[in-house]
Nanobody, 131 residues
Framework: QVHLVESGGGSVTAGGSLRLACAMS????????MGWFRQGPGGEREGVAH???????AYADSVKGRFTISKDNPANTLYLQMNDLKPEDSAMYRC?????????????????????????WGQGTQVTVSS
């Protein structure tokens, strides 16, 4: 059974930094796509960044240049380095892992509904940024 456990959230002032971690266990595939998602109070869940097992990354426009997603393979841990944090970054951050094969290759789904339906999710870690 796949387990994802996030850590690293907290409260910072605008302009500060945090590094989130997502420890994964029980994954049985060599290929994967992992992602960070966030949901603010009263808001919808949105994708923040994706990491494919081939090293490819993708970011939401709102975090490009400020956030960096990476993975420590020996530790099987996904990270999200968040710099220059803004109040609008305040949210519950959750990581997810998915194994979705299209055309014989593992893809990172662009659809949030696919992640929700097929992905494995952690419980989340809260990030609060004050102005």
């Amino acid at each position: 059974q796949v387990h994802l456990v996030e850590s690293g959230g907290g409260s910072v002032t605008a302009g500060g930094s945090l590094r989130l971690a997502c420890a994964m266990s029980g994954w049985s595939h060599n290929e994967f796509c992992m992602g960070w998602f966030r949901q603010g109070p009263g808001g919808e869940r949105e994708g923040v960044a994706h990491f494919h097992s081939d090293g490819t990354t993708a970011y939401a426009d709102s975090v490009k240049g400020r956030f960096t997603i990476s993975k420590d393979n020996p530790a099987n841990t996904l990270y999200l380095q968040m710099n220059d944090l803004k109040p609008e970054d305040s949210a519950m951050y959750r990581c997810a892992a998915i194994y979705k094969v299209e055309g014989g290759k593992v893809k990172c789904p662009g659809s949030l509904s696919t992640w929700i339906a097929l992905g494995h999710w952690g419980q989340g870690t809260q990030v609060t940024v004050s102005s």
